[in-house]
């Protein structure tokens, strides 16, 4: 054992420079560990994240995010025509200030952004609870039951909010798949990406940015492009809650 140490003695394994060396390693990697838990939607490190349903049953879900906005009251009389449910992200804030498009929401599942679309992660408890209980009581009234998801807006969580979001009885949800308009892209390019790699149980979100969407007739066009897609892929559309409950 002594040769051993003498050994590691003279290649510096000891030294102050290499444990000094060897801690901001470690430190390195646990802030790069924790911006990935904070910043990509998938991580599940810090608590469950759900961003698809079993992928043994053929079937898919659609959400759509920043609601309610203009584009609300369109989306869902497109939706009651093709007779697809879906499931609609509130902001508190926005949400009482558009009576009118929430009425148009009351045969759709709810879930919760929060009071508005501000980002929840480094907050303590009282200001989480203060982002998201008034939003998920709205959300209950509306549907006439409790919400269940919220997902965070930009996908961004962390421990807090994940054990807050489990102690108000939410599931946070960062979907598999984005459909977003982006300028100088066709729309049917935009569906054809989505429709060669979704499979069953993935959910759909489909960016509803009131400031980033296209024009009414354009978004309802792609909507339409996607729902009849996915139908002739063979998948079924379910609402959040029946593809989550087979997970």
């Known amino acids: 054992m002594s040769e051993v140490k003498t050994v590691l003695k003279s290649t510096g394994i000891f ?12 430190g390195a990697g646990a802030l790069a560990a924790g911006a990935y838990e904070i910043f990509c939607p998938r991580a599940t490190l810090w608590g469950r994240v759900l961003t698809h349903g079993s992928r043994n049953v053929p079937a898919i879900s659609l959400v759509f ?27 508190g804030k926005r949400a009482r200030s558009n009576p009118r498009a929430m009425r148009s929401l009351q045969s759709f599942e709810i879930g919760i952004h929060g009071e508005t679309y501000r ?12 982002m998201l ?18 997902m965070p807006p930009h996908g961004w969580k962390d421990l807090r909010l994940v054990r807050m979001a489990r102690d108000l009885g939410l599931f946070v949800v960062n979907p598999s798949f984005k459909l977003r308009w982006r300028e100088g892209v066709l729309l049917n390019t935009s569906v054809e990406h989505i429709l060669t790699h979704v499979g069953p149980g993935d959910i759909i979100l489909v960016k509803n940015d009131p400031l980033r969407s296209p024009p009414e007739p354009l978004f309802i066009e792609l909507l339409t492009l996607l729902v009849i897609g996915l139908k002739d892929k063979g998948l079924r559309i379910w609402g959040l809650s029946p593809l989550l409950r087979c997970h």
Do not use: V
Not at 15 to 26: E, H, M, P, V
């Open 65 to 91: 995010d920043r609601s309610p906005n203009p584009l609300t009251e369109p989306i869902c009389k497109r939706l009651h025509e093709l007779e697809i449910p879906a499931t609609f992200f509130i902001e």
């Open 15 to 26: 030294s102050k420079s290499t444990l000094k060396s060897f801690i901001l390693a470690g």
């Open 133 to 150: 209980k008034p939003c998920l009581t709205l959300a209950g009234d509306i549907q006439g039951r409790d919400a269940c998801f919220l």
């Open 119 to 130: 980002s929840l992660i480094f907050q303590n408890k009282i200001e989480l609870r203060h």
